[in-house]
């Protein structure tokens, strides 16, 4: 994979100025050190710089934004890509480096890579590695990186004072803000000039830096069960959904890391999270998760006003905890086999 990419950014670098000064970050659970299973998936940011910009709001989540330039960007070949509105367009910045990459990866010798086929509403251009004796899929995720304030909408989240600390949700605050080419399937007409913020690298750290005292899961300090407890919610809703494909397709892993971040608010202390005490922490995040499926109410962890659950989906949150339950009273039987 890092051969890959390597290759590729250096391609995307030279071919087009407008993504010259490309990044690569690594974002997602192989990443946080939460991957379950085999180590097949891998998401793969390519952060740009963009001088300041002006976000609007395209609904009431607090999540979706139309971008576009306060005054002309010193990189002028940014404007190509500025729809008849004075927006942004995310459709035309993937297509571009949709182009590059397909290009690209005929010339890249050592492994058999192609570019799979576009996913409607999907901000991820996957890349298949043929790996014998299995196929690695990469998702490389365009990013706009911008150094400005967070959004009014983000005000009243990350609620980790008690939890990280006052001076941690400051210190965060002030990083730069990511938006990703993710289309809002709310609007009526799909234009695809629509960017969703991204916290990504935020909750990198959250996991990986995860105690309430500094010693948390260090060498020489005590240890925690948190990853332990997300591995084994992602299991469960990785095999609930190989299981029932058609009813639970529109959960993802993100639903169940938020309400684990949730829980590590709800319960702040290292001393709440014992290595030994896995099975009852695990329990008690899988209660709390449970609790938002029957109330169709899981708050987006950065943007309290964004909820998760779409009221419209009611039977499906109520399909997903009732699978949940059985497995509960059954001792998890999908975990053996």
Same mark, same amino acid.
């Given at each position: 994979?890092?051969?890959?990419?390597?290759?590729?950014?250096?391609?995307?670098?030279?071919?087009?100025?407008?993504?010259?000064?490309?990044?690569?970050?690594?974002?997602?659970?192989?990443?946080?050190?939460?991957?379950?299973?085999?180590?097949?998936?891998?998401?793969?940011?390519?952060?740009?710089?963009?001088?300041?910009?002006?976000?609007?709001?395209?609904?009431?989540?607090?999540?979706?934004?139309?971008?576009?330039?306060?005054?002309?960007?010193?990189?002028?070949?940014?404007?190509?890509?500025?729809?008849?509105?004075?927006?942004?367009?995310?459709?035309?910045?993937?297509?571009?480096?949709?182009?590059?990459?397909?290009?690209?990866?005929?010339?890249?010798?050592?492994?058999?890579?192609?570019?799979?086929?576009?996913?409607?509403?999907?901000?991820?251009?996957?890349?298949?590695?043929?790996?014998?004796?299995?196929?690695?899929?990469?998702?490389?995720?365009?990013?706009?990186?911008?150094?400005?304030?967070?959004?009014?909408?983000?005000?009243?989240?990350?609620?980790?004072?008690?939890?990280?600390?006052?001076?941690?949700?400051?210190?965060? @605050?002030?990083?730069?803000?990511?938006?990703?080419?993710?289309?809002?399937?709310?609007?009526?007409?799909?234009?695809?000039?629509?960017?969703?913020?991204?916290?990504?690298?935020?909750?990198?750290?959250?996991?990986?830096?995860?105690?309430?005292?500094?010693?948390?899961?260090?060498?020489?300090?005590?240890?925690?069960?948190?990853?332990?407890?997300?591995?084994?919610?992602?299991?469960?809703?990785?095999?609930?959904?190989?299981?029932?494909?058609?009813?639970?397709?529109?959960?993802?892993?993100?639903?169940?890391?938020?309400?684990?971040?949730?829980?590590?608010?709800?319960?702040?202390?290292?001393?709440?999270?014992?290595?030994?005490?896995?099975?009852?922490?695990?329990?008690?995040?899988?209660?709390?998760?449970?609790?938002?499926?029957?109330?169709?109410?899981?708050?987006?962890?950065?943007?309290?006003?964004?909820?998760?659950?779409?009221?419209?989906?009611?039977? @499906?949150?109520?399909?997903?905890?009732?699978?949940?339950?059985?497995?509960?009273?059954?001792?998890?039987?999908?975990?053996?086999?």
């Amino acid at each position: 994979v890092n051969q890959v990419i390597s290759h590729l950014v250096q391609a995307i670098r030279s071919k087009d100025g407008c993504f010259s000064s490309i990044e690569r970050q690594s974002a997602g659970s192989y990443y946080e050190h939460v991957k379950i299973s085999e180590p097949n998936e891998f998401d793969i940011m390519l952060v740009m710089p963009v001088p300041r910009i002006q976000l609007d709001e395209s609904d009431d989540t607090g999540a979706y934004y139309y971008v576009s330039f306060k005054r002309n960007p010193k990189e002028k070949c940014l404007l190509k890509f500025v729809d008849e509105d004075g927006k942004l367009s995310a459709f035309k910045m993937l297509e571009a480096l949709r182009k590059i990459i397909k290009q690209e990866v005929k010339n890249i010798k050592d492994e058999e890579v192609t570019v799979a086929r576009k996913k409607a509403g999907s901000p991820a251009i996957t890349l298949q590695i043929k790996n014998p004796p299995s196929e690695i899929s990469v998702d490389i995720i365009l990013t706009l990186e911008v150094q400005q304030s967070w959004p009014l909408s983000t005000q009243d989240g990350l609620k980790i004072g008690q939890w990280l600390g006052t001076k941690a949700r400051r210190d965060f @605050r002030f990083r730069s803000l990511y938006l990703v080419a993710k289309q809002n399937k709310r609007e009526k007409v799909l234009r695809g000039n629509t960017w969703r913020i991204s916290f990504s690298h935020i909750e990198k750290d959250m996991i990986n830096n995860h105690g309430n005292s500094k010693t948390c899961c260090e060498s020489d300090g005590p240890k925690c069960c948190r990853k332990g407890c997300l591995k084994l919610l992602k299991y469960l809703l990785e095999q609930l959904k190989m299981k029932h494909p058609k009813e639970l397709e529109k959960f993802c892993s993100y639903h169940v890391k938020t309400a684990f971040l949730h829980s590590c608010v709800t319960w702040p202390n290292d001393s709440d999270w014992h290595l030994g005490d896995l099975d009852h922490c695990f329990q008690q995040c899988l209660g709390f998760f449970v609790d938002c499926l029957q109330k169709s109410q899981l708050p987006h962890f950065f943007i309290p006003q964004y909820n998760l659950l779409s009221l419209e989906d009611k039977a @499906r949150h109520h399909f997903l905890s009732r699978q949940i339950s059985h497995q509960w009273n059954n001792r998890f039987p999908v975990f053996n086999e």
